[in-house]
């Protein structure tokens, strides 16, 4: 059932005013006000029930794991021809779907080390509630002082997944969703360094109802020439193949993640105190 917006606007003014200027970033005028509204609705309820669905299935073998997933060939034959490639892998997905859910099933199927680069949480026994149940299928790697631990990783022919969607403004500003946005470069940089394949991946309900894991095809950012430009480009390719995904489900993406906290320079905040 969907959460009426005046409630949560309520609870959270600020987060509802902001995913309203993201959706108008991310369509425009293409949308009504009410679909808008309803993306923002149906999103908070996916969101919601996630941490329900991962206690219901926190207890699942792998065999029910599988069995409950949907996966289609292109997305296997993606997965198996950046793992040919055999210089490890990035998993490059975002605030959308059910992350946690994908990563038991991509835990399972890669013949190598999973990591998940992440931050510590707040307060203290959320974080250790969060990340054990994490540890239980992939190795935690929190992001101050990631660099080594990432670089071993990748060349021990592992897989690492990271939200490229994050706030980050020690990152380079490239477009996301019509407006620049500090992203990290840290996949960019390590592909042209390792020629560590980027694979773009997220974990959402279909039309069915059943949760489709969906691969799309890696690439990679070239270690020859400008080196900056390179790393600069592969950022926004990054971007974009979240775009991609977001626009095709919206109802499941975070609209309240506050993406765009950093600013370029000249740039005018877009959340007004």
């Not at 296997?76 to 059910?98: P, Q, R, V, W």
């Not at 990432?150 to 706030?167: E, F, P, S, Y």
Request: hydrophobic residues 40%; aromatic residues 10%; charged residues 20%.
């Amino acid at each position: 059932m969907p959460i009426p917006l005046s409630l949560y606007q309520q609870i959270s003014p600020r987060r509802v005013k902001a995913a309203k200027q993201h959706l108008d970033l991310a369509f425009g005028d293409t949308l009504s006000k009410t679909r808008k509204e309803e993306i923002i609705s149906n999103s908070l309820v996916h969101f919601l029930t996630l941490p329900v669905h991962s206690f219901i299935t926190s207890t699942w073998s792998n065999y029910e794991i599988h069995e409950s997933l949907t996966i289609s060939e292109e997305s296997i034959s993606n997965l198996k021809e950046a793992l040919a490639e055999d210089k490890g892998l990035f998993f490059l997905t975002c605030h959308l779907g059910h992350f946690e859910f994908a990563m038991r099933y991509v835990s399972d199927v890669l013949p190598h080390n999973f990591s998940i680069l992440t931050k510590k949480f707040s307060p203290a026994w959320l974080n250790n509630i969060i990340q054990n149940k994490r540890k239980r299928h992939a190795h935690v790697i929190y992001k101050i002082g990631a660099a080594k631990n990432i670089m071993r990783t990748l060349k021990n022919k592992g897989a690492v997944a990271i939200l490229m969607d994050q706030n980050r403004p020690d990152g380079i500003f490239v477009p996301f969703f019509n407006r620049l946005a500090g992203t990290s470069p840290l996949a960019a940089t390590l592909s042209a360094k390792l020629g560590t394949p980027i694979l773009p991946a997220c974990c959402v309900r279909n039309a069915e109802g059943k949760h489709e894991i969906i691969i799309n095809k890696a690439f990679t950012v070239a270690g020859y020439g400008d080196k900056t430009s390179n790393i600069e480009e592969g950022t926004r390719r990054c971007n974009a193949e979240m775009e991609n995904f977001i626009l095709q489900y919206p109802d499941q993406y975070l609209w309240t993640h506050m993406r765009y906290k950093a600013c370029a320079e000249g740039q005018e905040p877009l959340y007004k105190k």
